[in-house]
């Protein structure tokens, strides 16, 4: 079984400033994905970042970077230079062998001007 | 770049009628796709997994004779809620996974959001 632990329910963030969403997983499969999804109050899933268990190098796309750390099982994403349009849900989830994606409880990111 | 929609995107409907939700992958093909329940301020939980062709896969309970699932063809598939109850008032999303392409992608739906009153 898969398990995704997003334990900041909510965060607050400056504008212009870094924030770090943390996410650990639990997985006894050998490869996995990881992702982060944006979900703002419209309800569309936006998709952020992927990293691949075997990738090497930490995935980054744009201002958003993923701190993957295997051997802790965590993937952090980090959002640089936030913007006001960053406020929303953000959750991480894993896909295992079978496709199936299994998301974290979220983590609510509120920017202040 | 991928495109899947829902429709339809909110729906009210009496307690004890049947709904039905559409999702289609607009300009790939999608062998199969996944469905999805979220309750207000909560995650995603999965719902079933629906292949082309065959029967769809239910997360464990999930009732299978209320929430009615076909995948008619690479670019369709349905949810139908059956005899809604208040209790099944949810937001419901969908995503597919395209038949080409890298294995990870799974692009999803705008959602339904469903009231049952």
């Known amino acids: 079984a898969q398990k995704i632990t997003q334990t900041q329910p909510g965060m607050f963030v400056q504008e212009k400033e870094a924030v770090t969403l943390d996410c650990t997983y639990d997985t006894s499969d050998q490869s996995y994905g990881l992702f982060w999804y944006k979900q703002p109050s419209s309800g569309e899933m936006i998709f952020l970042i992927y990293q691949g268990s075997y990738d090497e190098q930490n995935a980054t796309e744009g201002r958003y970077s993923l701190n993957f750390q295997k051997a802790r099982k965590s993937a952090n994403l980090v959002i640089s230079a936030s913007q006001l349009g960053d406020s929303a849900m953000y959750f991480c989830a894993m896909e295992g062998y079978d496709y199936k994606l299994s998301f974290g409880a979220g983590t609510t990111v509120t920017v202040r001007a | 770049g991928a495109v899947v929609s829902q429709h339809p995107s909110w729906v009210i409907c009496k307690s004890g009628t049947s709904v039905k939700i559409e999702c289609r992958s607009l300009d790939f093909q999608a062998t199969t796709m996944f469905w999805y329940r979220q309750f207000p301020k909560q995650s995603l939980m999965l719902m079933a997994t629906s292949n082309e062709g065959s029967k769809a896969t239910y997360e464990q309970g999930v009732e299978k004779d209320k929430f009615l699932i076909n995948h008619a063809s690479l670019t369709l598939s349905t949810l139908t809620v059956t005899s809604a109850h208040p209790e099944d008032s949810s937001f419901y999303i969908c995503?597919?996974?395209?038949?080409?392409?890298?294995?990870?992608?799974?692009?999803f739906g705008p959602g339904t959001r469903l009231t049952v009153t």
């Open positions: 995503s597919a996974s395209p038949t080409s392409g890298r294995t990870y992608e799974q692009y």
